[in-house]
């Protein structure tokens, strides 16, 4: 059977009984759905939430799926310290995907199209109380290129406007709009897809950064270790995947931009907007029973989809740079940080391999933060302890003026006034070099218990207070 979301969920439930929550009290796509994940945060709590029933449609909605490392280094099958590498091996393996007949295709079970389109019955939320409307934002859209005919993939947030038509935001040097610009010279509409609710290696592989156009379902191939299944479009020519649970058909037009925004972004403020191209939607296939699947842009979920790719990237740059190197971590609690560590040769090591990150993710990293190879980059605490016990500020900060920007989504890309009008500038990046000075200089060693008498504790025997010891103590 072809890898899906819904293999992935049984993958999930079956390694982490009650990582899936199943909430089938009616909730609004109002803010409903966003409420359940944001007070089980509130707790420290990341389960995956399937909402069985949401106002006004018939389809369930899948939101908090990919939260946590755990989750990603399940379906790469690794460990999370090594998900960096495997995951940047991966994408060095691309695998070509495969065209299936219509009848394998599970995603065409359901036809809608004509008159009976009409998004508002998808379980579409609004996320965030300033949001301008309901979001789509898991939504992979798919174009083809019409000089080289190769197909792109990536995910854009989409704006829901009315029954038919949404908006695309695209930041920056995306392929995705770098596409939609050239049907817009010609002044034609640009075919489109967009594929919802899928395996994190279809979702994942489609923000990967695939070096050039297209390449996308290749890499997703590679992350799901089998060929992408895919299928003809009802209504244009593009390849889409067989078995996502929902596939929208249509066009961006060329001459209808409409205003779209706010809408709160992952740096955790409301970020983006203006006008912006409008899609518009001639088809809808689903499967039976179809899982709508949410990503809240504001929240863990976005920046582990997000971070993680972007550290299969950094650790194979690096690693050609600095073969010693260790392993990499972009937070999700921080996308704009990235903790590199490594086994310091020399010196210049450090400032190699955090060169080396910013050029492979120069969008959004401002921060590189370098430490030793004892230091575990994906706890924040060790990070945090290295910079306060190996970072000296005078001699081992590197501030790298006009760094990122103009504009786009990191805040302080933008310069503010009382007037409320904000002006795009560039801000600047550091390298944090947190590590002890490279040998033959003796630095103090770390202070430790000695491994083998850790590992002869007795926990299992450790019990608590009794009347005895009461007595005896308090
Ligand atoms: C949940 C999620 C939402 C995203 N939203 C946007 C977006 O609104 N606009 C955008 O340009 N990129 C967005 N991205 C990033 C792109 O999808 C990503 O950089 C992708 O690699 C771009 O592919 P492309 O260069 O082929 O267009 C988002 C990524 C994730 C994980
Ligand atoms: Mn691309």
């Known amino acids: 059977m072809a890898k899906d979301l819904r293999t992935y969920l049984k993958q999930l ?33 990341y389960s995956a939430l399937l909402f069985d029933k949401v106002e006004g449609s018939e389809l369930s909605c899948v939101s908090n799926l990919l939260t946590s490392y755990e989750r990603i280094a399940l379906y790469l099958d690794c460990e999370v310290q090594d998900i960096p590498r495997v995951y940047g091996e991966r994408l060095q393996k691309p695998i070509p995907p495969v065209t299936v007949e219509r009848e394998q295709a599970t995603v065409k079970e359901v036809v809608i199209e004509g008159g009976d389109i009409d998004l508002a019955k998808l379980p579409i939320p609004v996320h965030n109380s300033l949001d301008g409307g309901p979001y789509l934002s898991a939504g992979v859209m798919i174009i083809r290129d019409p000089d080289t005919g190769l197909i792109n993939a990536g995910i854009y947030r989409h704006h829901i406007f009315n029954a038919t038509d949404m908006g695309v ?8 709009g770098l596409i939609y610009q050239k049907y817009r010279k010609q002044g034609k509409p640009a075919p489109i897809a967009i594929a919802i609710g899928h395996h994190p290696g279809f979702v994942m592989g489609s923000v990967s950064r695939v070096q050039g156009i297209g390449g996308e379902y290749e890499a ?3 992350l799901m270790g089998e060929a992408l299944e895919l299928v003809q479009a009802d209504t244009n020519d593009l390849l889409v995947p067989a078995h996502a649970e929902i596939i ?18 992952w740096p955790g403020h409301y970020l983006g907007g203006g006008s912006v191209p409008t899609i518009r939607i001639t088809r809808i296939t689903h499967r039976t029973n179809a899982i709508f699947q949410d990503i809240v842009a504001s929240s863990r979920e976005h920046l582990v989809v997000g971070g993680v790719p972007r550290s299969g990237s950094i650790y194979q740059t690096v690693k050609s740079v600095v073969p010693s190197l260790k392993t990499v971590n972009v937070p999700f609690y921080s996308r704009m940080n990235c903790y590199i560590s490594l086994h310091k040769e020399r010196d210049a090591d450090v400032k190699k391999a955090a060169f080396a990150a910013l050029n492979t993710e120069p969008e959004n990293l401002r921060h590189i933060v370098v ?34 920007g103009p504009g786009g989504l990191l805040p302080t890309n933008w310069e503010y006034n009382k007037e409320g009008k904000n002006t795009p500038r560039m801000s600047s990046g550091a390298i944090i070099d947190a590590t002890k000075p490279a040998p033959p200089v003796v630095f103090p060693e770390r202070a430790v218990v000695p491994r083998s008498h850790v590992e002869m504790a007795d926990l299992p025997a450790l019990r608590d207070l009794g009347d005895a010891e009461k007595d005896k103590w308090l």
């Open 371 to 404: 430490v030793d190879d004892d230091i575990d980059v994906f706890n924040g605490e060790e990070v945090a302890w290295a910079i306060g016990t190996r970072f000296d500020a005078e001699r081992d900060l590197l501030v790298i003026p006009k760094w990122n």
């Open 13 to 45: 439930n079956d390694a982490e009984p009650g990582g899936i929550k199943l909430v089938d009290t009616e909730v609004s796509p109002r803010f409903g759905i966003t409420a359940y994940a944001a007070a089980l945060a509130e707790k420290g709590d």
């Open 169 to 176: 935001w695209f930041l920056g040097a995306h392929h995705g």
């Open 220 to 222: 997703a191939g590679g």
């Open 248 to 265: 929208l058909e249509g066009e961006i037009l060329p001459d209808a931009d409409h205003p779209e925004g706010p809408f709160g972004e």
